[in-house]
Structures are given as structure tokens and as C-alpha cells.
């Protein structure tokens, strides 16, 4: 069963914060999207994130840590194995020898 997590202003604000709790591994879902071209006329919480009941806590955890400044810690970080730099996980290449990313990336975090 899905519990609301957060009322957004609006749907960009709904559509990041959708995409950290993703990020985090928590899957959740923008309600109201349809609604946007009401604005004015709608409470302002009528487009809102919602997640499965059984992940709410960690959804609210992971929301709280956003709002904060704590990001979770990035799990997919990898060793360039020519020149030793770090990789971001979204990255193919190594950025200062260019070199391809190892088949099994290798952990830093």
C-alpha cells in the first residue's frame, strides 16, 4: 500500500525528490502530475511523492539527509586501473587518462 512522503510545492520539486529516493534504492511515485495545469486553482500540495508503506521510514530517512546536506554516500565510485583515479559511477572512461572503466568496477566508498 502506498503512503504519501511528501506534499511538493511543485512537480519539478516532486520529480527530484522522487529521483533521490530512486537513487537511494526506494522506489516511489509522483501523484498529481495531470493536476499541474491547475495551479492556482489547487491546494498547493496536490502533487506529492508517495513510496510503498514498507519503506517509508527509509524514504523519510533519505529525504531528512537530503534536506540536510548528507546525501547518501556514493556506492559505484571505481579505480582507474592506469593511473589510480577515482571514477564516478555514471562514467565510462577514466576522465584524466581517458582509459575505459574495469568490467568489474572496483568499490572506493
Avoid at 520529480?15 to 489547487?42: D, K, P, Y
Avoid at 577515482?86 to 568496477?105: I, K, L, M, N
Wanted: glycine share 12%; charged share 20%; with cysteine.
Amino acid at each position: 500500500m502506498l503512503k504519501r512522503l511528501y506534499p511538493a510545492r511543485h512537480l519539478t520539486e516532486a520529480h527530484l525528490i522522487r529521483g533521490h529516493l530512486e537513487s537511494c534504492g526506494i522506489a516511489a511515485t509522483v501523484r498529481g502530475e495531470a493536476l499541474a495545469g491547475g495551479i492556482g486553482e489547487l491546494p498547493l500540495d496536490a502533487c506529492s511523492v508517495w513510496v510503498e508503506d514498507g519503506e517509508f521510514e527509509a524514504a523519510e530517512a533519505a529525504l531528512h539527509a537530503l534536506h540536510h546536506g548528507n546525501p547518501p554516500a556514493d556506492t559505484g565510485a571505481w579505480l582507474c586501473a592506469h593511473c589510480g583515479e577515482t571514477g564516478e559511477p555514471q562514467f565510462s572512461a577514466c576522465w584524466r587518462c581517458g582509459c575505459e572503466r574495469p568490467q568489474s568496477p572496483a568499490q572506493t566508498g
